[in-house]
């Protein structure tokens, strides 16, 4: 049943091709919420203006992402009947409606915005004007206020419901307190969004396959969506386990094991029957594991199979859409007429309510007229 009213909006900045920590977190929710037919119109927006944010010297890399991430949602079942997948920079409402809103947000706000505070850091920006003169890159004004930007999106398609990762708190939080103030100050206009986490702790957050906190390109411990079967296979051979687990017959620990974990994410009892089915369920595994007797390669070769198992009809569904690039482009292409449709009723709203919607007052004009007649 399609409950009236509920809107989805959502993305990923086009800086690389996805992984699979993006599926387990995002992707594969998305596409869960898709088929629920729950919502009513649901918006994925590849946010590549936002990008540009801290990597304005190199839009070229921007440029070859954003096809890969288009791939990467379709192939992961993203399906262009049920949702509208866009490109932010081709909806320039969102640009206007932050223009905006940036007289509602002070500059202190911005700087105690938590996710912004940590990549300053993360980025080497500099925040004092001493350093800045020593050559060392100074915050970038687009950088500095992409909450802001940030709140245009999701405020533009009236989304109720934001899915995303818990480092994003920051960012619904500061749109919230966007939307009350807009509402506060010009009238009743903006829909206050709630932001939706990902359902499953031990999932968000997959390590990377060195048994680093996270996948990370920069780390080359991803195992991306388009990878073949071979370097899955690779990859998972290749997998941190437990360094104390030598000969088959010695104890092992499943905690920061990164096999276990990800067995953790992915594996069903299903997978059990069909790959593995001398255990009936990952504990009865792990606690072989645990006493000893259970080698490394024999739980490497089982996630294999759950990984091929998951990826397989992934990667067919990006075969063919990389034979037709040309259809993923027009998928965009309608994807952000769409979204700059539904941006632009939003825009029209904000700009009545701000009363700067001059040409359409007609009151504006009858009230001059009387002003200046003599
Ligand atoms: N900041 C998000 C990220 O880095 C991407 C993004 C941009 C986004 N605009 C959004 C996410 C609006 C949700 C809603 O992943």
New binding site residues.
């Given amino acids: 049943m399609k409950t009236m009213g509920k809107v989805i ?5 086009p800086t690389g091709k996805l992984h699979l920590g993006h599926y387990v977190g995002s992707l594969k929710r998305r596409v869960e919420l898709q088929n629920s037919g729950e919502f009513e119109k649901i918006f994925i ?1 590849i ?1 590549d203006a ?1 990008a540009l944010t801290d990597n304005a010297d190199n839009p070229e890399k921007v440029r070859q992402n954003i096809i890969e991430v288009a791939l990467d949602y379709l192939s992961a079942g993203l399906d262009p009947e049920k949702v509208t997948i866009f490109i932010q920079s081709q909806v320039p409402e969102l640009c206007e409606l932050a223009f905006y809103y940036m007289n509602l947000v002070t500059v202190q706000r911005l700087q105690r915005n938590p996710t912004v505070k940590q990549e300053i850091v993360l980025r080497g920006f500099s925040d004092n004007d001493e350093e800045e003169n020593q050559n060392k890159k100074g915050i970038p004004v687009g950088f500095f206020t992409y909450p802001i930007s ?1 709140a245009s ?2 405020t533009a398609f009236r989304a109720t419901t ?1 899915p ?1 990762g818990v480092d ?1 708190a920051p ?1 619904i939080e500061q749109t919230r307190e966007i939307v009350h103030k807009f509402n506060a100050v010009y009238g009743e206009t903006l829909v206050t969004p709630e932001m939706m986490l990902p359902e499953n702790a031990a999932c968000c957050r997959l390590p990377g396959t060195d048994g680093k906190a996270k996948m990370s390109k920069s780390l080359g411990n991803c195992i991306y969506l388009s990878d073949t079967s071979k370097e899955i296979k690779k990859k998972v051979n290749s997998m941190y386990t437990d360094p104390e687990h030598l000969q088959i017959t010695d104890p092992g620990h499943v905690e920061g094991n990164v096999v276990f974990t990800y067995l953790d994410a992915f594996s069903t009892p299903e997978h059990f029957a069909r790959f593995l089915p001398e255990y009936e369920n990952l504990d009865a595994m792990k606690e072989h594991y645990r006493r000893g007797g259970l080698g490394d390669g024999t739980c490497k070769k089982f996630l294999f199979n759950i990984m091929e198992d998951i990826l397989q009809p992934i990667r067919e569904r990006r075969a063919h859409y990389e034979q037709n690039i040309p259809q993923v482009y027009e998928i965009l292409r309608n994807g952000s007429e769409v979204a700059r449709a539904e941006a632009a009723k939003t825009l029209a709203d904000v700009r009545k309510a701000m009363r700067i919607d001059y040409f359409d007052d007609a009151e504006l004009i009858a009230e001059h007229t009387a002003k200046f007649s003599k």
Avoid: P, Y
Wanted: net charge negative; proline share 0%.
């Fill in positions: 909006l959502t993305g990923d900045r927006m946010a936002q940030q999106d999701i934001v995303v994003q960012m």
